[in-house]
């Protein structure tokens, strides 16, 4: 029982983190294009996925290692 409490505390830790990263992402204001690009990055966390969502040509390389 005390085990299964352990997990059941930290995963609504984990939650609440998790809940918090949501609500910030969801009203963070992209009123320029740089927020904009910001927020696209986050939500994708890929440069490639940026580019192509936002119709703009890379002009850089990407280095996959």
Known sequence: MLC???YLER???EIK???HYVD???HYEADKVE???IKEYVI???AIKLTE???V???FTIIRY
């Open 24 to 26: 910030l992402v969801e």
């Open 57 to 59: 040509e890379r002009e």
């Open 35 to 37: 927020k904009t690009i």
């Open 17 to 19: 983190k998790l809940q």
């Open 4 to 6: 299964q409490n352990v």
């Open 11 to 13: 995963d609504k830790s």
């Open 44 to 46: 994708t966390n890929s």
């Open 53 to 55: 969502n936002s119709g």
